[in-house]
Every structure is written in C-alpha cells, then in structure tokens.
C-alpha cells in the first residue's frame, strides 16, 4: 500500500514538474507525449494519462515488484524534471 501512495505522490510531482517545466520554454523529450500535448493540451493530456496509470497500477500492481520498478523510473523522471527548472 505504501508503493501505491508513494507512486500517486510521484505522478502528481511528475505532472507539477513537467508542466512547470514547459511553462519555462522547456520542451517534451517523448515525441508520442509531445505529439498529445500540442493535439489535446498538456494539463489535459497529464490528467487522463496519470489517472489511467494510476487506476491500472492499483488493479494490477499493489504488493508487486513492477510498482517499485515504476517507482525507480519515475523518481529519475522527476528529478530530470527538478534538475531541468533549477537549471533555467
């Protein structure tokens, strides 16, 4: 359960940081995430992308190995972010 929260608190530093980000001239580095930002809009496209991914990681990955891998990635994603802000 603690991998749970600790996966929505990163989701949601890693939607502020991203958007925090593009708001300082930063650009996306994913061109599938870049191509839905310019189509839908980025707090649109982070809104229904994190929900999704929250919703499936509490169906299939509570108490399970593949949440703290997705943890690992997602601290390194944020702190890019961080580090990127910091260094405008």
């Known amino acids: 359960m603690i991998a749970f929260l600790l996966f929505i608190l990163l989701q949601v530093a890693d939607s502020w940081t991203t958007v925090t980000a593009l708001n300082m001239n930063g650009r996306e580095l994913n061109p599938w ?22 919703i499936l990681a509490g169906l299939f990955l509570v108490d399970h190995w593949a949440m703290w891998f997705l943890i690992s990635v997602y601290v390194l994603v944020v702190g890019h972010n961080v580090y990127q802000i910091r260094k405008a």
């Open 33 to 54: 995430l870049n191509y839905l930002f310019r189509k839908f809009g980025v707090i649109q496209t982070l809104m229904v992308l994190k929900g999704i991914s929250i």
